[in-house]
């Protein structure tokens, strides 16, 4: 059975409502209280397990409270866990909502990943250059090395959680990230690529327009938004569900960083037409991967909404 552990810092006139509030919900176990045992801020400690299908309206509760204002709620995964009474609680308690997201964990991961620190942008620069060296020759390898290293991903989910909260900073920052760390790896990938030009160090393959993993990043079509809908998808699951193997795929699936990549290397070598339809084929899985998220998110609350609802109206039921 899968759980978190919260640990509250709870402000002493709040301490008896908190403890009440946890004590009444049969999905919180192992319940301890420090009294007083907390300094800066200055409080008691409260500890408990709860089941993760019940943890939203558990946190929900703690901050209503005013925990997350005048002291501290913390969130940490429990790896393993023996309890046949957590077992009994979730198969009677929860049913379907056993599987529920903890929305908090889940945002605080998008938010973890739309932060734009140098290393952002370098990376982007560095996968752009990789990918480059993937057209230039042909590497259908070396265009899947620079899908992983690209972190865009991360500010694509944090526009589309900034649209879904209406955040407008969120927004702001996220389009602006990708825009600049774009615009960079594009420039690098151009000055890389005329480099190479300028020595003639380009494989002879390519110089006589054999270019294969060029055309399938410069054509985009209807197979490109099917795609990108299906990974836009896949990748709002994987993150609410922690599935890190799924979100891999979704990073080797999507052409952004190869159609940057393909921007810079086509303006070197004034392939105008290469450059606009890769240029189409990077505007094109952005929109869609920011759109799709933004729905995927929205339908993944309404229906667990919807579970919640169903679970409170069985309680109800049980004790009327």
């Given at each position: 059975m899968d759980?978190?552990h919260?640990?509250a810092?709870c402000?002493?006139?709040?301490t008896?409502?908190?403890?009440?509030l946890?004590?009444?919900?049969?999905?919180v176990?192992?319940?301890l209280?420090?009294?007083g045992?907390v300094?800066?801020p200055d409080?008691d400690a409260v500890?408990?397990d709860?089941?993760?299908?019940a943890?939203?309206?558990?946190?929900r509760g703690l901050?209503?409270?005013?925990?997350e204002r005048?002291?501290?709620?913390?969130?940490?995964p429990v790896?393993v866990?023996?309890?046949q009474?957590?077992?009994?609680?979730?198969a009677?308690?929860?049913?379907?909502?056993a599987?529920a997201?903890?929305?908090?964990?889940?945002?605080?991961?998008i938010?973890?990943?739309?932060?734009?620190?140098?290393?952002?942008?370098?990376?982007?620069?560095?996968?752009g250059i990789?990918?480059?060296?993937g057209i230039?020759?042909n590497s259908q390898i070396?265009?899947?090395?620079?899908?992983?290293?690209g972190?865009?991903?991360?500010a694509i989910?944090?526009?589309a959680?900034?649209?879904?909260?209406?955040?407008?900073p969120?927004i702001?920052?996220?389009l602006?990230?990708?825009?600049v760390?774009?615009?960079?790896a594009?420039?690098?990938?151009?000055l890389?690529?005329?480099?190479?030009?300028?020595f003639g160090?380009?494989?002879?393959a390519?110089?006589?327009?054999l270019?294969p993993v060029?055309n399938?990043i410069?054509?985009?079509?209807?197979?490109s938004?099917?795609?990108a809908?299906?990974?836009?998808?896949?990748?709002?699951?994987?993150?609410?569900?922690a599935?890190?193997?799924?979100l891999?795929?979704?990073?080797?699936?999507?052409?952004t960083?190869?159609a940057?990549a393909?921007?810079?290397?086509?303006?070197?070598?004034a392939?105008w037409?290469e450059?606009?339809?890769?240029?189409l084929q990077?505007l094109?899985?952005?929109?869609?991967?920011i759109?799709v998220?933004?729905?995927?998110l929205k339908?993944q609350?309404a229906i667990?909404r919807?579970?919640s609802?169903r679970r409170?109206?069985?309680?109800?039921?049980?004790t009327?």
């Amino acid at each position: 059975m899968d759980m978190i552990h919260v640990r509250a810092v709870c402000p002493p006139d709040l301490t008896e409502r908190t403890m009440a509030l946890l004590s009444a919900e049969p999905c919180v176990l192992n319940l301890l209280l420090h009294g007083g045992s907390v300094r800066n801020p200055d409080g008691d400690a409260v500890e408990c397990d709860v089941l993760t299908g019940a943890a939203n309206e558990v946190l929900r509760g703690l901050r209503d409270l005013g925990l997350e204002r005048r002291g501290s709620i913390i969130l940490a995964p429990v790896d393993v866990a023996f309890s046949q009474r957590a077992a009994k609680a979730g198969a009677e308690e929860l049913g379907a909502q056993a599987r529920a997201p903890v929305w908090e964990e889940v945002e605080a991961r998008i938010r973890a990943e739309g932060s734009y620190p140098p290393s952002f942008y370098l990376f982007l620069v560095i996968a752009g250059i990789i990918g480059a060296v993937g057209i230039l020759t042909n590497s259908q390898i070396l265009i899947v090395a620079a899908m992983v290293v690209g972190p865009e991903y991360g500010a694509i989910t944090s526009v589309a959680l900034g649209i879904d909260r209406r955040s407008r900073p969120r927004i702001r920052q996220g389009l602006m990230a990708l825009l600049v760390g774009f615009l960079l790896a594009i420039a690098a990938t151009y000055l890389f690529s005329l480099f190479v030009r300028g020595f003639g160090l380009q494989p002879r393959a390519f110089e006589l327009g054999l270019r294969p993993v060029s055309n399938l990043i410069n054509t985009p079509n209807f197979f490109s938004a099917v795609v990108a809908v299906l990974a836009g998808i896949v990748g709002i699951i994987s993150l609410t569900e922690a599935r890190t193997s799924a979100l891999l795929g979704v990073f080797i699936s999507v052409t952004t960083i190869p159609a940057g990549a393909d921007i810079g290397v086509s303006c070197a070598y004034a392939s105008w037409d290469e450059a606009w339809g890769s240029l189409l084929q990077l505007l094109l899985n952005i929109v869609v991967l920011i759109v799709v998220g933004t729905g995927t998110l929205k339908c993944q609350r309404a229906i667990w909404r919807q579970v919640s609802e169903r679970r409170h109206e069985r309680a109800v039921r049980r004790t009327s």
